[in-house]
């Protein structure tokens, strides 16, 4: 879909449709939208009067103008309260809008800035915020479908805004949502492919096509090179499956002046059976998409190499299947980590601390620092924070606050968990120095408990997206399927991070 803004006035604009908004209350609609329901002879009024347009959020009020201006539809947004009013809010109905416009056929959509005006968001932000979830609202996975969509794709979307003061900052907000959004859609592209057209070769091939695109440094680490960093744990969990283990190495360098480098670490288990310790085969399916963190990762980068901050940024992705072959990794084992510790292997199935724990190691070796990694990792987070927002542990409570306010200006929220000595306990075994399970309870704080044994003294975050990597069904720009997760978190904090 091609985005621009123009100067002008939206009564006046060529489109198929041209959305206008409305609070929840107003009886007299103002600024633009008074502009559009002047020249409709008062029909948003007329509307409002009898009741069928009401502002609310997310609601869609469709008019046809009858030739009264050059677009064929008017649509009125509804934007709710507007003392409840956030930019988050402003993605949510721009996805809303465009999903429902898409339906009509209207193939080029113009629309206002909403939000930057009575609703007090800066226009930059607005901006960024329609655009960016206007993509990922459009967003589908149709790659193995045979069978014709029964909509058109919108073509263009038009952002249209009076002042022409406000064009660069407009144009800066509307390249940015773009960037942003279309590499939060390469994550879910991603993670929806079924594990036969994503294996570790094939996330490999995808990093090499994101190097050569935005012209990132490239490493990718074969078994024998694993071999020889001594990486035990990655390359236990490797065993069962006949597909090579890889480790993805991704590289921007934007100051180069700078000896520091931020570290992303991505869980990539392209397929988890659970491996000898088996899940069940309910729910199993969505298992291709245990390689989300590193989707994330990697697609973060690409973003990250577009908007061009000056920081220098890494991203580490240990990829592999987690199978129950005949040399597969068993209950009772004891692997050694890069690191030099031994992991007693209590539950296979808790196979991506284990490629975790030398992705790190390995992140510690190439001095990246702070590290953040991104991971499906437990269960146990999905069952206590449910889908609504990602857990979030770490070592150093100033990332930790940093990590969150990058989230939560994304409009991915993050809930900080506790990370107490006590916990430590759990993971403590007789035969090794840990192993890979503490157990049934507090299960998402002893996994990162796990993983705070390989970062070693560089300030460290963790993400655990178990409970929403994926949705199961539509909630605003959040699809079903694959919801691209942490990308856009990845992407404020470095530019967080710039400043």
Known sequence: MEIKVVIGDIVGIEADVVVVNLFEGVERPRGATGAVDKALDGAITKLIEQGEIKGKLN??????????????????????????????????????????????????????????????????AA?????????LGLYS????????????EVEEMVIVERDAAKLQSLEQGCEKG???????????????????????????KVAEELAKTYGLGLTILDRGQMESEGMGALLGVARGSRQ??????????????SSETLGFVGKGITFDSGGISIKPSEGMAEMKGDMAGGAAVMAALSAIAQLKPKINVTAVVP????????????PGDILKAMNGKTIEVVSTDAEGRLIL??????????DLSPLVDVATLTGACHIALGDICSGIFGNTQELVDKVVKAGAEAGERLWQMPMYEEYKEQNKSEVADIKNSGGRYGGAITAAQFLAEFVGDAPWVHIDIAGTFNSDKERGYLLKGATGVGVRTLVNLALALTK
Not at 244 to 257: A, Q, R
Not at 357 to 366: E, H, I, N, P, T
């Open 178 to 204: 773009k960037v942003v959004a279309e590499a939060t859609n390469l994550a879910r592209d991603l993670v929806n492919e079924p594990a036969n057209h994503m294996t570790p070769t094939d996330m490999a």
């Open 244 to 257: 090579p283990p890889k480790l993805i190495v991704l590289s921007y360098k934007g100051d180069e002046t």
């Open 141 to 152: 996975f149709r790659k193995h479908i045979a069978k014709e969509p029964e909509y058109r």
């Open 59 to 124: 609601q869609i009020g469709i008019i046809h103008s009858l030739g009264k201006i050059p677009a064929r539809i008017v649509a009125v947004a509804g934007l709710g309260k507007q003392s409840e009013f956030t930019l988050d809010k402003i993605r949510g109905v721009s996805a809303e809008f465009c999903r429902s416009l898409r339906k009509l056929n209207c193939r080029r959509i113009a629309t206002i800035v909403h939000g930057a005006g009575v609703g007090g968001i800066e226009p930059e």
């Open 127 to 135: 901006c960024q915020a329609i655009v960016e979830a206007g993509l």
């Open 357 to 366: 724990a030398d992705a790190l190691a390995y992140a510690v070796k190439q």
């Open 319 to 330: 990829a592999t299947e987690n199978l129950p072959g005949g040399d597969a990794v068993k």
